[in-house]
T-cell receptor, first 121, second 118 residues
Framework: NAGVTQTPKFQVLKTGQSMTLQCAQD?????MYWYRQDPGMGLRLIYY???????DKGEVPNGYNVSRLNKREFSLRLESAAPSQTSVYFC????????????????????FGAGSRLTVL | AQKITQTQPGMFVQEKEAVTLDCTYD???????LFWYKQPSSGEMIFLIY??????QNATEGRYSLNFQKARKSANLVISASQLGDSAMYFC???????????????FGKGTKLSVKP
């Protein structure tokens, strides 16, 4: 199983350029997420999709758009890249959360892609 | 207010010793889940352990255990018998229920960098 695959792994952009980060999962998960990771900040949620056909803003959505293309794929678009968007981006997926999953290993777990390092000059 | 607080930016531990990484959380929702993830220098996020708010016993996974103190809103990660390969960033995270305002999304702390000394 590939799990969560995101592309590209590395990208350098100039200010004002646009690009799309692609993400696909093969675990039949309902929910998908885009996070960014900056030094000293942990991971912050940009957008999420609780199920196919829905998308919602997270903590830091400004400057980004997303598309849930189908159940497998969730893309993140930067329309006009800015240096502040230099970061490592992670896509993740999970089952819909259930609080009654007990302590079983793997319950309600987000599975992450390998990350995409984006530099905006 | 931060929902997840990790007060130790960095820690050192001697190989083969146990280490505790601290995590406190803030929620008014009775239904939530607590997670620990490991991020080695290669960058991937690796799930370690999960604790549900209704779970009666502390979670354990091999050398990892979660010291869950609900009244203190504390979810510390204990790594027993540290190995050199445990050197990494460790993130505590929480998912709240429908009433917590985060729509069940995973909220992360800022992480603790653990270094294991030979």
């Amino acid at each position: 199983n590939a799990g969560v695959t995101q592309t590209p792994k590395f990208q350098v952009l100039k200010t004002g350029q646009s690009m799309t980060l692609q993400c696909a999962q093969d675990m039949n998960h309902n929910s998908m997420y885009w996070y960014r990771q900056d030094p000293g900040m942990g991971l912050r949620l940009i957008y999420y999709s609780a199920s196919e056909g829905t998308t919602d803003k997270g903590e830091v959505p400004n400057g980004y758009n997303v598309s849930r293309l189908n159940k497998r794929e969730f893309s993140l678009r930067l329309e006009s890249a800015a240096p502040s968007q230099t970061s490592v981006y992670f896509c993740a997926s999970s089952e819909s959360f259930s609080f009654f999953g007990g302590a079983s290993s793997g319950a309600n777990v987000l599975t992450f892609g390998a990350g995409s390092r984006l530099t905006v000059l | 207010a931060q929902k997840i607080t990790q007060t130790q930016p960095g820690m050192f531990v001697q190989e083969k010793e146990a280490v505790t990484l601290d995590c406190t959380y803030d929620t008014s929702d009775p239904s939530y889940g607590l997670f620990w993830y490991k991020q080695p220098s290669s960058g991937e996020m690796i799930f370690l352990i999960y604790q549900g708010s209704y779970d009666q016993q502390n979670a354990t996974e091999g050398r990892y255990s979660l010291n869950f103190q609900k009244a203190r809103k504390s979810a510390n990660l204990v790594i027993s018998a540290s190995q050199l390969g445990d050197s990494a960033m460790y993130f505590c995270a929480m998912r709240e229920g429908l009433y917590g305002g985060s729509q069940g999304n995973l909220i992360f702390g800022k992480g603790t960098k653990l270094s294991v000394k030979p």
